[in-house]
């Protein structure tokens, strides 16, 4: 198993960091929270996990050990493969998943895209007992930082590398436009990981 892969970033897309390690890119699918975080030339280090099947091997990365330690769990469920995994460490960190769980909080399941209200309730049966406890605030994960000028680029990138369409991410970026502008008034940086949060609740609403 690759545990992680360690280098400068050579590329980046909405959903994938291509790592340079040892003379060789190193494509690595990401949420994109994690994306967020990372700059072309800038050196990174992400914890992975491969996922063989016949066709492929698919590396993905994550910003910590607890990311990649959720997101394998999530797969023990019938019915969550990877990318579904993925998604939902994209619209939750893992420390809230592990309240979701305990709490039975359907409703944040189905915040995730492609999960529906029967499939949120089938996971909380099969999940609840497998992610722990909610470890508390003080571990939950760092929100990623991004430039005041830049979040509106990065968030849209990361709606579009969950599938939704520019339109819809367009709308979407619109309507956390108050939140982020608020931050910036204040002195503070707008959260790309914050904002892609409150975006898939908006979106979530919308449907």
């Keep these: 198993m690759i545990a992680f892969v360690s280098g400068p970033v050579a590329a980046l897309a ?60 999530l797969q023990t469920a019938s019915g969550v493969g990877p990318r579904l995994a993925q998604a939902m460490l994209a619209v939750h960190t893992p420390d809230a998943l592990r309240r979701a769980f305990a709490a039975g909080d359907e409703k944040a399941l ?43 680029d990065q968030l849209h990138a990361a709606l579009v590398g969950l599938g939704y369409a520019s339109r819809e991410a367009e709308e979407a970026v619109a309507a956390v436009a108050p939140q982020a502008e608020a931050v910036a008034a204040e002195g503070g940086t707008p959260q790309v990981g914050q904002l892609l949060r409150a975006a898939l609740q908006t979106l979530n609403r919308a449907r």
Excluded: H, N
């Design 14 to 73: 909405p959903d994938t960091a291509v790592v340079e390690v040892g003379g060789i890119g190193m494509a690595v699918q990401c949420t994109p929270g994690t994306l967020a975080a990372l700059r072309v030339g800038q050196p990174a280090r992400l914890a992975t996990s491969l996922v063989v099947r016949e066709d492929s091997l698919t590396l993905y990365g994550f910003a910590d050990d607890d990311e990649r330690q959720t997101f394998e769990l």
């Design 110 to 152: 189905t915040a995730v895209p492609g999960i529906g209200k029967k499939g949120a309730q089938k996971l909380l049966l099969e999940l609840k007992d497998r992610l722990g406890a909610p470890v508390g605030s003080a571990a939950v994960a760092a929100a990623v930082s991004a430039p005041a000028a830049g979040w509106r």
